[in-house]
């Protein structure tokens, strides 16, 4: 029985990620984007059923367990892209450093605003880097990673879905500009939405996304502990 429900919600999990997929390349709207529609889905029928975590879980940990070997192949993006990284080092790592830093901040400082303890504040810091990373970062620093997993997917489902908006208004076209700007405040979700604007774009938003979780291991213990 244990094995059907984990086979279900695993088959189930893709499938219908598959569909939002094929909905979101018919109609590319900011709010298809597959994995807020996908999400959104699941909380609802697991809601209305009376499903609980542990028993998705069964078959989620399967997506799960990919989550480490997904943060190795970080590294296979900026070897891919060395050229265009040495191109523009100065200007990249400038941006992503700051970008890191203020991600950080604006995490702490917004948990502090409005009164939110220690647990929350430090699963929020490492909101704009991908999944498994903010989980190792929140833990180091005395979060909690399941805290973490949420917030990182509030803010790359924010960006990706206000992203496009907010480039517009302040007229930023630029590849760096959009491709920093996207992987930099949403991660791997941003990166996905990049690479609708083009392969440059999405190159930079990988990159970006990488160095920032470089960034952010290292400068969030520090800050938080200065802080």
């Known amino acids: 029985m244990f094995l059907l429900q984990a086979m279900f919600w695993l088959i189930f999990t893709i499938a219908i990620y ?17 994995i807020l529609t996908c999400t959104v889905l699941l909380v609802i029928l697991l809601t209305s059923f009376d499903v609980s975590y542990d028993t998705y879980f069964s078959g989620g940990k399967v997506i799960d367990a990919f989550l480490g070997p997904a943060i190795v192949a970080l590294a296979y993006p900026l070897y891919k892209q060395r050229k265009l990284l040495n191109k523009y080092k100065n200007e990249l790592l400038s941006t992503v450093l ?12 917004l948990t502090l605003l409005f009164g939110f303890g220690e647990v929350i504040q430090f699963s929020f810091v490492p909101k704009n880097v991908t999944t498994p990373v903010a989980m190792e970062v929140s833990r180091m620093i005395g979060g909690e990673p399941a805290l973490a997993v949420i917030f990182v997917m ?12 907010i480039l517009k208004l302040f007229k930023i076209t630029n590849f760096l500009g959009v491709g920093i700007a996207l992987g930099g405040a949403s991660h791997a979700i941003g990166t996905a939405k990049a690479l609708e604007y083009g392969q440059e774009e999405a190159a930079v938003s990988s990159i970006g996304m990488s160095l920032c979780a470089l960034c952010v291991s290292v ?5 938080i502990n200065w802080l």
Not at 99 to 106: F, H, P, Q, T
Not at 154 to 165: D, N, R, S, Y
């Open 154 to 165: 509030i803010a790359g489902i924010g960006g990706a879905v206000t992203g496009p908006w």
């Open 18 to 34: 598959f569909i939002f997929t094929l909905l979101y390349r018919l109609l590319p709207y900011p709010f298809l984007i597959p």
């Open 219 to 223: 400068l969030a213990p520090i800050l």
């Open 98 to 109: 700051l970008s890191s830093m203020l991600g950080i901040l604006s995490g702490y400082w």
